[in-house]
């Protein structure tokens, strides 16, 4: 079983940017398909992005392509989101994600075995 712990968010002004982190533990982090999904008040948790167990395939949401990209270091067992030209409405918890036999085209949170608590992000306009 792994652990998540994100850590990164904060506050910041639209046009802005941030690396958010996720430290995996107590498992085989190379064995797992990683997610970054968000959660803004009132809403469904949504997909953002997925990587690879190697970290070679990536696939994201739209509302963030070319804005976000999602990277992994093994050897550091975590996995990293860099987000780019902040908008208002990016505005949310973001969530990271694992599961071991899933692959990167899986966007729906309920197919995702382990979460963490998640980290909060906010962009002021």
């Known amino acids: 079983q792994v652990q998540l712990v994100e850590s990164g968010g904060g506050l910041l002004q639209a046009g802005g940017s941030l690396r958010l982190s996720c430290a995996a533990s107590g498992g085989t982090f190379s064995g797992y398909v990683m997610a970054w999904f968000r959660q803004a008040p009132g809403k469904e948790r949504e997909f953002v992005g997925t990587?690879?167990?190697?970290?070679?395939?990536?696939n994201y949401a739209d509302s963030v392509k070319g804005r976000f990209t999602v990277s992994r270091d093994n050897a550091k067992n975590t996995v990293y989101l860099q987000m780019n030209n902040l908008k208002p409405e990016d505005t949310a918890v973001y969530y990271c994600a694992a599961d071991r036999s899933r692959g990167v085209d899986t966007t729906r949170a309920r197919d995702y075995e382990y979460w963490g608590q998640g980290t909060q992000v906010t962009v002021s306009s």
């Open positions: 990587i690879s167990r190697s970290g070679v395939w990536t």
